[in-house]
């Protein structure tokens, strides 16, 4: 399923708004701010477009697919990333994340529209 094909009702900041803030949007971009504390999952949600993310904190987490099958485990990539650190993604289908590190995992995404 391609990222216009997933259901509006999945975006993240209506999924899992206790995880995804709106900071800023325009015609352009959206601005948002991913805030999950230690032990927290969040529910399953779209991210519909490729985005530069920076790292404010960071903790382990693993990503589940809608099934609950695990896509990734961030203790598997083999190092931790560091605060200020920027990061790419392309569009993420739906997922949900559990931070399964002893610190909040926060990230603000600037997604191009």
């Not at 032990?39 to 589940?64: E, K, N």
């Not at 605060?83 to 610190?103: I, Y």
């Amino acid at each position: 399923m391609q990222p216009e094909q997933w259901p509006p009702e999945l975006d993240a900041l209506i999924a899992a708004p206790e995880h995804h803030k709106l900071l800023f949007e325009n015609e352009r971009v959206r601005v948002i701010d991913a805030n999950i504390p230690a032990g927290q999952m969040t529910a399953v949600h779209t991210h519909r477009f490729a985005a530069s993310h920076i790292v404010v904190s960071w903790s382990d987490f693993i990503r589940y697919d809608a099934g609950g099958n695990v896509l990734l485990d961030s203790r598997s990539l083999g190092k931790s990333v560091s605060t200020h650190t920027a990061l790419w993604s392309e569009p993420l289908g739906p997922h949900a994340l559990k931070n399964v590190g002893g610190q909040e995992l926060h990230i603000i995404s600037v997604e191009l529209k």
